[in-house]
T-cell receptor, first 114, second 114 residues
Framework: AQSVSQHNHHVILSEAASLELGCNYSYGGTVNLFWYVQYPGQHLQLLLKYFSGDPLVKGIKGFEAEFIKSKFSFNLRKPSVQWSDTAEYFCAVMTNQAGTALIFGKGTTLSVSS | DAGVTQSPTHLIKTRGQQVTLRCSPKSGHDTVSWYQQALGQGPQFIFQYYEEEERQRGNFPDRFSGHQFPNYSSELNVNALLLGDSALYLC?????????????FGSGTQLSVL
């Protein structure tokens, strides 16, 4: 069955620290990959996406992610986090088999202290 | 421009009851998807509606049903509620001709089954 694994359940960082959140998926075919963010009390918002082309994609608020096909990974990075980045982060994949349904990971809670 | 709106925001029901949740898509969108997000989990795809028909369905029992109206708004119905149905129910809207990169989520309806 297709699935998405997010390795870190809860990450705690100080402001200005670098961030990397892991995401791996299980599907051997073509995938579209997404990172969503949910700030406290708000709805899910798209951070960035990968459909094809350059495997290093840049999103909003200084986030970027790298698609490594051989590792089935799509890790999220940010060089220097801010207190306002405190949120829950979800990795999601869309596959040919799943149609237009997004398959989400369980999410990673990021807490940034000032 | 209104985003995706869901009602009610919170709901408390007892086991065996039936519930109806409502969603108005973002202006200009014609496709509505529903997701269930249990506590500590990522959203899980329930089904998608387009042109008033269910186009795709996730791994949910027939107790979960839906409807889409000519104005593209949608309802999610759950019959014979179980304790395990307690979750945040998210509605997402998009354009059928799009590639899901323009998927917009509502803030959800928190359903508690006692």
């Amino acid at each position: 069955a297709q699935s998405v694994s997010q390795h870190n359940h809860h990450v705690i960082l100080s402001e200005a620290a670098s961030l990397e959140l892991g995401c791996n998926y299980s599907y051997g075919g073509t995938v579209n990959l997404f990172w969503y963010v949910q700030y406290p009390g708000q709805h899910l918002q798209l951070l960035l996406k990968y459909f094809s082309g350059d495997p290093l994609v840049k999103g909003i608020k200084g986030f970027e992610a790298e698609f490594i096909k051989s590792k089935f990974s799509f890790n999220l990075r940010k060089p220097s986090v801010q207190w306002s980045d405190t949120a829950e982060y979800f990795c999601a994949v869309m596959t040919n088999q799943a149609g237009t349904a997004l398959i989400f990971g369980k999410g990673t809670t990021l807490s940034v202290s000032s | 421009d209104a985003g995706v709106t869901q009602s009610p925001t919170h709901l408390i029901k007892t086991r065996g009851q039936q519930v109806t949740l409502r969603c108005s898509p973002k202006s200009g969108h014609d496709t509505v998807s529903w997701y269930q997000q249990a506590l500590g989990q990522g959203p899980q795809f329930i089904f998608q509606y387009y042109e008033e028909e269910e186009r795709q369905r996730g791994n949910f029992p027939d107790r979960f049903s839906g409807h889409q109206f000519p104005n593209y708004s949608s309802e999610l119905n759950v019959n014979a509620l179980l304790l395990g149905d307690s979750a945040l129910y998210l509605c997402a809207s998009s354009l059928q001709t799009g590639t899901n990169e323009k998927l917009f989520f509502g803030s959800g309806t928190q359903l508690s089954v006692l």
